[in-house]
């Protein structure tokens, strides 16, 4: 069993810059690969970035590569997600997610978080 709770979240100006935390529970979050999901009221879950369990491997969607940043900490049992030159479309409810193998969809992953707001203004 595995609860994740997101932090970070809030209200910036485009061009702005957030880091979103995700700390999980459990003495097995090092075995687990990590994504973060971005969800808008209405619609599907997607994607922003994916790690694996030992941080070597990582994913990105293209509307953020060379923006934002996934990374991890197994001994804090933190994943974080460094949100830079932020825009307006970037504006969603972030989600954080952990599952055995790397995966790129919603159902790939087995626990979620409760979510944090990012709000960018222009």
């Known amino acids: 069993q595995v609860q994740l709770v997101e932090s970070g979240g809030g209200v910036v100006q485009g061009g702005d810059s957030l880091r979103l935390s995700c700390a999980a529970s459990g003495r097995t979050f090092s075995t687990w690969a990590m994504g973060w999901f971005r969800q808008a009221p209405g619609k599907e879950g997607e994607i922003v970035a994916a790690?694996?369990?030992?941080?070597?491997?990582?994913y990105y969607t293209d509307s953020v590569k060379g923006r934002f940043t996934i990374s991890r900490d197994n001994a804090k049992r933190t994943v974080y997600l460094q949100m830079n030159s932020l825009k307006p479309e970037d504006t969603d409810a972030y989600y954080c997610?952990?599952?055995?193998?790397?995966?790129?969809?919603?159902?790939?992953?087995?626990?979620w978080g409760q979510g944090t707001q990012v709000t960018v203004s222009s």
């Open positions: 790690i694996n369990w030992s941080g070597v491997s990582t």
């Open positions: 997610a952990a599952t055995r193998a790397l995966g790129l969809v919603v159902r790939d992953y087995d626990y």
